[in-house]
């Protein structure tokens, strides 16, 4: 299966680079990218008859009891390739991206589209060869499935073919407002410029929060583990918590739209106190485990200080 992607470039502000606001640059130098993943169900409420069945059982009216069946062994070794490709897919698009307003679209730096569309090109071509395999062990998982279900397994629920059931699409729509609504209404056209602008002011600060939060997070939770002992000994820490926290500062830089100064010296303050230490060093010296610990704690109290007093906007103007 193939999917034909269209990039309609977003029309960059003409304003002076000295007078562009956050949102017009955000506007300029990025493209919206909408994912869609179709996936199929692998649960199925019971009909009415089993559910008044299994109400029976509990002396239970059929109306009050919600139950469902398990269509298909998701534990599969060949299911579980696919979910795993699809948790890469939706990780890689988040991490790459920026919030934006719209569900299930976010926000592509441009410079970075062609290395996108590559990658994801790459995921739908694997799920595609993973898709086959499960379905050369359909017929067992079918035959697995009539074995756990009993009197609750109906070939119905069944498709012949499970490969027209799962895609990855995604596509570049246009977030400017259209020419033609110039030439027919200037007045619209204004309008709709307006809310497209509101939208991009909404879409910065969404970055903003989620970027806060994120470091929010991955603060508190290496600050806690670096706090006080468990059962006696120090609290055990894997080194994720470290290096989750290098990788936030690295996708930080590269998406980060300086559009909030204290922000970026909140970020900056966090890369300082964890510059130069490892996972390693932090077991083995309690004296440097807690002494990080006292300075990501003072952090993370700014960080919630930021969250509270930052001004929130709205979406869209009223009467829009």
């Known amino acids: 299966m193939t999917t034909t992607t269209t990039l309609t470039p977003v029309t960059p502000t003409d304003s002076p680079q ?3 606001t956050p949102a017009d640059r955000l506007q300029a130098e990025t493209t919206a990218v909408r994912l869609r993943i179709r996936w199929p169900g692998t649960r199925k409420t019971l009909s009415r008859h089993h559910r008044q069945r299994a109400a029976d059982t509990f002396a239970a009216q059929g109306d009050s009891v919600s139950v469902s069946k398990k269509l298909i062994d998701t534990g599969h070794p060949t299911f579980r390739a696919t979910t795993a490709i699809r948790t890469q897919v939706v990780e890689y698009w988040k991490r790459t991206t920026l919030p934006y307003v719209e569900p ?6 441009r410079r970075d589209l062609a290395d996108f569309d590559t990658r994801m090109s790459t995921y739908r071509d694997g799920l595609a060869a993973a898709v086959g395999d499960l379905n050369r062990h359909y017929s067992d998982l079918i035959e697995g499935a009539r074995q756990m279900l009993g009197d609750l397994f109906d070939r119905s629920d069944y498709v012949d073919d499970l490969r027209e059931s799962f895609a990855i699409d995604w596509e570049y729509p246009s977030t400017a407002a259209p020419d033609y609504l110039l030439q027919i ?12 602008k509101d939208r991009f002011d909404e879409a910065v600060r969404l970055t903003e929060q989620a970027f806060a939060e994120e470091l929010g997070q991955l603060v508190g939770h290496l600050a806690e583990r670096l706090s006080g002992q468990s059962d006696g000994s120090p609290k055990v820490f894997r080194d994720s918590a470290v290096t989750n926290l290098r990788e936030f500062f690295d996708r930080f830089e590269r998406l980060n739209i300086r559009s909030d100064d204290q922000l970026d010296r909140l970020v900056e303050d ?3 106190v964890l510059s130069g230490v490892g996972p390693q060093e932090l077991r083995d010296q309690a004296g440097l485990r807690q002494s990080l610990s006292r300075e990501l704690t003072r952090v993370e109290a700014s960080l919630d200080g930021y969250l509270t007093d930052r001004p929130r906007r709205r979406i869209l103007r009223p009467g829009r």
């Open 185 to 196: 209404s200037p007045g619209l056209y204004q309008a709709e410029c307006d809310r497209i």
């Open 270 to 272: 966090a890369r300082r």
């Open 104 to 109: 299930g679209t976010r926000l592509l730096r």
């Open 18 to 20: 000295s007078t562009r």
